[in-house]
């Protein structure tokens, strides 16, 4: 049984730092890329941040310079820093993996999300 679980949210205030933490766990055979999502109430879920296998890292424009997106791969964790936290920040985040499992018909891919972890900002 594959898991990505994500720790790490709250409630911060305008100018804050948070840092969401997601780790994967089972029988995993090895992890493509890692992202950060997030969805506001009423918003459709957008992508904020990703990070490849060779730590090649993509961010929203609207995080630029404030979110940092990292990965400890002896861990199978990927980590979202988040500086200078805005109102307009708040939302659910989610991690996503690409996943490679070791199955009986041989190496899969699989995409896999977390459960969601809560940020609030106030302002």
């Known amino acids: 049984q594959v898991q990505l679980v994500e720790s790490g949210g709250g409630l911060a205030q305008a100018g804050g730092s948070l840092r969401l933490s997601c780790a994967a766990s089972g029988s995993i055979f090895s992890i493509n890329a890692m992202d950060w999502y997030r969805q506001a109430p009423g918003k459709q879920r957008e992508p904020v941040a990703g990070i490849s296998s060779g730590e090649n890292t993509n961010y929203r424009d609207s995080v630029k310079g404030r979110f940092t997106i990292s990965r400890d791969n002896a861990k199978n964790t990927v980590y979202l820093q988040m500086n200078s936290l805005k109102p307009e920040d708040t939302a659910v985040y989610y991690c996503?993996?690409?996943?490679?499992?070791?199955?009986?018909?041989?190496?899969?891919?699989?995409?896999?999300w977390g459960q969601g972890t809560q940020v609030t900002v106030s302002s």
């Open positions: 996503h993996a690409d996943l490679l499992l070791s199955t009986k018909y041989g190496i899969k891919g699989y995409s896999y």
